[in-house]
């Protein structure tokens, strides 16, 4: 009862404070609301930047080749595709070409590659259909078309069935990809994707300088990657440097350890904030202490103790800060919301992160509430009486 008696009593003078309660709260508002918004802004980057990785492709490896001298043969692809971790591959060859329909013209990247390029890159068609191994092998004048190449070349119209110019030559168009988005900085959907052996015509050269594969399972792509990367070395002995192996898991560590390296600094700038509240809060409690000094001396003349005058302003501090985290907590979330839509940025919130801010603004209103409730406890009754 003596508890929720102290909490009525602090309702009480805050009430009949308002204006100073509000300005004292308004330091760990800002700091709980702060905390909030900015790690959900760094914890959606995250998302948003993991999202764009998975978006590469499943269980994927890259190997890039520097130069025509060590460009991948057809053989040398082969044998990769019958290593015992891979689940499939998908050569590329790539370039810049003019792509017309109509009056419409212009320069997109062309890929040249396989059937199991869908797969590997975890690639979908909204519309059609995407490339066979007969389209290859007839070398058929097909395209696949990026969802941005169809937007800009038929606008509403359905492209499939529809033929487009590719560098003067004509070509159906037999399927459209679901956007991806931009990803690691580049549109995944700027693109027309042809038949490798098409490509090759296109673009006029039959080096092959980079290759997709997939792993069977995301659970031993280390011991993939080693793999391929041995198979590399007995193919291309010493020129190690010429070729390059990269795991796509090794880059989602890379970027996940960048992106909570933020979030803690984004979290421990916030944070200063609410310290900068907590001394707020001591301050107006000095000032409080003194104001009522003379009621502190009726209290302990009438039987009060020192620990009785201790809680009674230890928990007027600790309601000022849970006021200010509740508050600050609703503000934040609302904040959050409004940037995610008028900015068209991912805010991911988190129920450990609100309660770790509102827990955070208690200690606060702990640790600065002490000293304040500790020097009106030892207030002589005698000199509080006949203080003016």
């Known amino acids: 009862m003596a508890i929720l008696q102290s909490i009525k009593m602090a309702l009480r003078s805050i009430k009949g404070n308002k204006l100073r309660s509000v300005l004292t709260m308004l330091g760990i508002i800002i700091g709980v609301s702060s905390v909030i918004v900015l790690v959900s802004i760094a914890q959606g980057s995250t998302t948003n930047v993991t999202s764009q990785i998975n978006s590469l492709g499943t269980n994927l490896l890259t190997i890039n ?20 971790g891979i689940q499939a591959l998908s050569p590329v060859v790539s370039g810049r070409i003019s792509v017309k329909k109509d009056r419409t013209s212009s320069q997109t990247t062309l890929t040249g590659t396989n059937a199991a390029y869908e797969s590997v890159r975890n690639t979908n068609v909204s519309n059609g259909r995407f490339l066979t191994d007969i389209d290859l092998e007839y070398r058929q004048k097909i395209a696949v078309l990026g969802a941005t190449t169809a937007q800009n070349l038929f606008g509403t119209e359905n492209p499939v069935g529809q033929y487009i110019q590719l560098n003067g030559n004509s070509f159906k168009v037999v399927g459209v990809l679901a956007s991806k988005g931009s990803s690691m900085g580049q549109s995944g959907d700027d693109v027309v994707i042809v038949p490798l052996s098409t490509a090759e015509r296109l673009v006029k050269t039959t080096s092959i300088n980079q290759v997709y594969l997939q792993g069977k399972t995301g659970q031993n792509m280390d011991l993939v990657m080693a793999e391929v990367q041995n198979s590399m070395a007995s193919m291309y002995p010493n020129q190690t ?11 989602m560590s890379t970027m996940s350890s960048v992106s909570n390296t933020m979030t803690m600094m984004l979290g421990g700038i916030a944070g200063i904030s609410l310290l900068v509240g907590g001394i707020g809060i001591m301050n107006i409690m000095l000032v409080s202490v003194s104001e009522r000094t003379k009621e502190i001396g009726i209290r302990k003349a009438i039987g009060a103790k020192r620990r009785d005058i201790l809680l009674q302003f230890l928990i007027e501090s600790v309601v000022l800060s849970a006021m200010g985290g509740v508050i600050g907590i609703l503000f934040g979330l609302g904040v959050g919301k409004i940037l995610g839509s008028a900015l068209n940025m991912t805010v991911t919130f988190s129920s450990s992160i609100v309660l770790f801010s509102f827990l955070f603004s208690l200690v606060v209103g702990v640790v600065f509430g002490v000293f304040p409730a500790n020097k009106a406890s030892k207030l002589n009754p005698i000199q509080a009486l006949r203080y003016e």
């Open 65 to 84: 080749t520097f130069g025509t001298n060590l460009s991948l043969t057809e053989d040398k692809i082969n044998k990769l595709g019958k290593l015992s």
């Open 241 to 251: 440097d010429n070729y390059s192996v990269m795991n796509q898991q090794d880059l």
